[in-house]
């Protein structure tokens, strides 16, 4: 079969090969690809700066939706011909607290698809009966490969966060998960929501717009901490959504959230953050990590997507594999907010 490797370490080190079909197990589900979304991690380990550890070579792709070709023999909840999409773990031990508890997102030994092991940039995957969601009827297969970012904004927002109707929400960067954010964000009636980004981020601050922004800041071009602190009583935003990952929109979001509000950081870089925490313990404000999401997040985002209260496929444009060097470029030019390769 055709795949998209990350042969070795090293800019650049992508192509397409052929590899073999993956061979499953008894508790394993063989997918034919329909389609799977370029993440933002794909395109750092396109360039090899990503701030993890990777086992090459590998297939890239951990967002995926795709046909059942095949079952093991103690598979169960599916069959040949189901329509499904997949989580991101393609290992977790089981045996841990966190698989114990049902947060297997936090299992220490978990391996996620195209970083540890191989992913669904190809032809065909294997993946596990456990993680695998049927995807409901009147949802394309290019919309359902977004089920992925789509449920990491929901455990973001949804989940470890708290909007109460007419709270100022604030949300840091307008890629695929910040733009997500918006979307669910919105399910909770928030008095104001403001997207802050760059003037390279001119296209997707316009996808934000028609994702439910009521105001959008260019960094370059205003004073973002007065803008925000200057709505409402003055005291700032009640939630701060973090999707950028670097040491600047951090120490902003301590500089707007309001006392006792509430940071969810989703985006991650390896800089150090380089700046005094104090105010936010002045502030006594709450700082969290968000990462990946559970089984139930799926099942709800599904849900969401099937009754049309959210939809991530505006803000992608569809590739062919072939034309994969397209779909990362493109994306990595900021040129649309999401590339969606269609394998097959």
Not at 99 to 104: E, H, M, T, V
Not at 231 to 257: M, N, P, R, Y
Request: contains cysteine; neutral net charge.
């Amino acid at each position: 079969m055709k795949a998209l490797v990350n042969y070795d370490s090293g800019k650049n080190k992508v192509e397409i090969r052929e590899v073999p079909i993956p061979k499953i197990g008894p508790k394993d589900i063989l997918l034919k690809v329909e389609a799977v979304g370029v993440c933002g991690s794909d395109l750092h380990m396109y360039h090899d700066i990503q701030g993890f550890a990777v086992k090459r070579p590998v297939i890239l792709g951990h967002e995926f939706a795709g046909t059942v070709a095949d079952v093991g023999s103690e598979v169960t909840q599916f069959k040949k011909g189901d329509r499904v999409v997949s989580e991101t773990p393609s290992y977790v031990c089981e045996n841990c607290i966190y698989c114990k508890s049902g947060l297997y997102n936090l299992c220490p030994d978990r391996k996620g698809f195209g970083v540890l092991a191989d992913g669904a940039m190809a032809q065909y995957v294997k993946t596990r009966e456990a993680i695998v969601h049927h995807v409901p009827d009147g949802i394309p297969f290019e919309k359902a490969a977004l089920t992925e970012p789509s449920c990491v904004a929901y455990n973001a927002v949804a989940h470890h966060s708290r909007i109460r109707p007419g709270d100022h929400v604030v949300v840091f960067g307008p890629g695929p998960i910040g733009l997500m954010c918006i979307q669910i964000a919105r399910l909770f009636a928030p008095g104001k929501l403001t997207v802050v980004g760059l003037e390279k981020d001119a296209n997707r601050l316009e996808v934000a717009k028609q994702f439910g922004a009521d105001e959008v800041l260019i960094a370059e071009k205003q004073d973002v901490v007065r803008e925000i602190t200057n709505f409402g009583d003055g005291f700032g935003a009640d939630l701060v959504l973090d999707a950028v990952g670097v040491s600047q929109t951090l120490k902003q979001s301590i500089e707007i959230v309001r006392p006792a509000g509430q940071i969810t950081k989703i985006g991650w870089g390896p800089a150090p953050v380089g700046f005094s925490l104090d105010p936010l313990i002045q502030k006594a404000a709450r700082l969290q990590g968000s990462f990946s999401h559970t089984y139930p997040m799926w099942e709800k985002v599904l849900l969401l997507m099937q009754k049309g209260e959210i939809d991530p496929l505006p803000m992608a444009k569809v590739y062919s594999l072939d034309n994969w060097q397209n779909a990362f470029d493109e994306m990595d030019s900021l040129k649309h907010a999401k590339s969606v390769i269609v394998p097959n």
